[in-house]
């Protein structure tokens, strides 16, 4: 039998008389220790008791509650900072990479030695790239008479030795030459040496003399012409620019400009 | 104890309602605080973080200048404050040139303007006579800006510094195209311009520099 009463009135401990609707009666001296719970096997109805459906009913709230507790730390967990929108997400990223690209230049920047070698050993490349250079103003004639091309033949040797100072990044057009004159194409071949060769420009080259933060040098050359009108400063005809890197002893991002003057003299070459 | 114990066991069913109320009562109160959970609070966090990335590349770039100026003081070629003082000068003077594009002035009076306000020009000057007419007619009215500045020291003679400049300039609306410049100018010590020649590239050659910027560019936004 099972109890159903909730609110008994509470027993007496101490009283020696019975709890309504014992069936048995008790001695007044033996204290009764009431059921912890459960059915009443007795059969009598123990007030104390835990009913089965009271226990049912508290089960379902305590499963009840676990549930919201799984959904609580879930809900929690993405509702936090890990649901962010793509843009927030490129830009911690970005910002990541700028750290990351910063730390790694400050560590890479070379020591006082090493750069004042980088700079001479830059000077000394780039003026032997100068060099070659100013050689091709030679071909100017050959050009002409081959209507615009030239022959790959002719540039060969000059283009094997400029091509160890620029690194696969950097397109062949480097080691061809980076700018031919019109009026050269009039200049008599003379003895065939490209240094004698009389040409209306030739290249400079600026003196390197500064590493920026990420340890390359700047480089710039400059085509100008070599008899400028009296008391002017020789035109630049064009520039090519670029950054020596002292660590692999080669010129990256090369970039080459005409000015608007360079154009108009400028000797077109079709073959490249 | 045994007080309570007995209490307990005397009031057993209200006692383990009493509890599974409360653990429940919990349980939604807890659904019901992370259901709300604010957005605001969360995109505070979003936003504490990266102005704490910001700080820290901040931190990170100054420490890299700092290393770069420790070693440019050392390798002693040019004069770094004597560069940057040169610097700001040069970038004026590349403004004042550029501005010409959109003037609604005449080339003459543009001219005079420049000649006055720059000591080393005079009418002879080939930037007055040959690059500023020339600049003027081929950027046709455009608003350009300043997109990319690089000046290079050239050589150092003496107390005199030279630089090859070379300068980006961007139409502020797409009506127009973007234009590069390349200056050379010479220092004196007290910061004067000595000599100077302005030339624009060719339209050919701008072509071919606009999309080596692009492609350096997009490069880099993969990267």
Known sequence: MVSDKVADTPADETSPEPPRRRVFVTPSTREVPAEAGGIDTA?????????????????????FSLVCFVLAIGTSGSAGGVQLSDA????????????????????????????????????????????LQNDYRSLAPQVAAANGTLDPALTARTRQELTPYFPPSVDASVTRPWYLLKSDTSVPAGIGIPRSFDSGFRWI???????????????????????????????????????????????SDVREGTTVQGAARELEVNAR | MSTIKTW????????????????????????????????????????ATKEQL????????????????????????????????????????????????????????????????????????????????GWMASTEGAVLRLGDLEIDVAGIAGL??????????????????????????????????????????DNRSRDELLAADEAAADEEAEG
């Open chain 1, 43 to 63: 059969g009598g109805e123990e007030p104390e008791e835990l009913g089965i459906r009271t226990v049912v009913v508290g089960v379902v709230m305590i499963v």
């Open chain 2, 8 to 47: 307990a066991k005397a009031h057993m069913r209200p006692l383990f309602l009493g509890i599974c109320t409360t653990v429940m009562v919990l349980g939604i109160a807890s659904v019901a605080a992370a259901m709300s959970a604010n957005p605001v609070a969360d995109s505070r966090e979003v936003e």
């Open chain 1, 205 to 251: 080259v600026d003196v390197p003399t500064t590493i920026d933060a990420q340890g390359m040098a700047p480089v710039t050359w400059r085509a100008i012409e070599t008899n400028p009108v009296k008391g002017q400063e020789p035109t630049v005809l064009a520039w090519v620019s670029a950054d020596y890197d002292i660590t692999t002893s080669t010129f």
């Open chain 2, 54 to 133: 910001r700080k820290e590349r901040a931190t990170a770039r100054q420490t890299l200048d700092e290393k770069h100026q420790e070693l440019l003081s050392t390798i002693g070629g040019a004069d770094v404050e004597r560069v940057e003082r040169d610097s700001h000068t040069i970038r004026g003077f590349v403004l004042d040139l550029a501005a010409t594009s959109s003037t609604s002035r005449t080339v003459r009076a543009e001219q005079i303007s420049l000649d006055t306000r720059y000591e080393v020009l005079d009418p002879s000057s080939p930037v007055l006579t040959e690059f500023l007419p």
């Open chain 2, 160 to 201: 005199d510094y030279s630089y090859t400049v070379t300068a980006r300039l961007d139409p502020v609306d797409g009506g127009s195209k973007t234009q590069y410049l390349f200056v050379t100018v010479s220092t004196s010590q007290d910061g004067s311009i000595t000599k100077v020649d302005a030339y624009r590239a």
């Open chain 1, 88 to 131: 927030n997400a490129q830009e911690i990223f970005s910002l990541r990479e700028d750290i990351n690209a910063a730390e790694v230049a400050a560590e890479e920047l070379p020591e006082a030695g090493d750069a004042e070698r980088g700079l001479v050993i830059a000077l000394q490349s780039a003026s032997r790239i100068a060099k």
